[in-house]
Nanobody, 128 residues
Framework: QVQLVESGGGLVQAGGSLRLSCTVS????????MGWFRQAPGKEREFVAA????????NYAESVKGRFTISRDNAKNTVYLQMNSLNSEDTAVYYC?????????????????????WGQGTQVTVSK
């Protein structure tokens, strides 16, 4: 059974930092693109960042570019999201998810429906 478990969320003041972790068990983690998404109250789930299976390629939403960094450690089956310069608009539940890119397609996707496994989410709250 595949499991993705996020951790590291919490309450932080505006301008502060948090690092989220997502540990994957039950499958070959290193074969998959990993992504982070977030969902704020009353809003749709949105793409935040993605990292290729070797970690050599990354992609970010414009709203987090320059502030967030995605990374992975395949030996630990873990993907990370370092979040700096947080502001109130970053308040959301953050989810990690896995994506297996079909042959000939882009290594990543920003679409929720393209990701097949999801974690339970971790709450990030940024106070003003």
């Amino acid at each position: 059974q595949v499991q993705l478990v996020e951790s590291g969320g919490g309450l932080v003041q505006a301008g502060g930092s948090l690092r989220l972790s997502c540990t994957v068990s039950g499958r070959t983690f290193s074969m998959y693109t990993m992504g982070w998404f977030r969902q704020a109250p009353g809003k749709e789930r949105e793409f935040v960042a993605a990292i290729s299976w070797r970690g050599g390629s990354t992609n970010y939403a414009e709203s987090v570019k320059g502030r967030f960094t995605i990374s992975r450690d395949n030996a630990k089956n873990t993907v990370y999201l370092q979040m700096n310069s947080l502001n109130s608009e970053d308040t959301a539940v953050y989810y990690c998810a896995s994506y297996f890119a079909p042959y000939g397609s882009s290594w990543y996707s920003t679409r929720v429906n393209d990701y097949n496994y999801w974690g339970q989410g971790t709450q990030v709250t940024v106070s003003k």
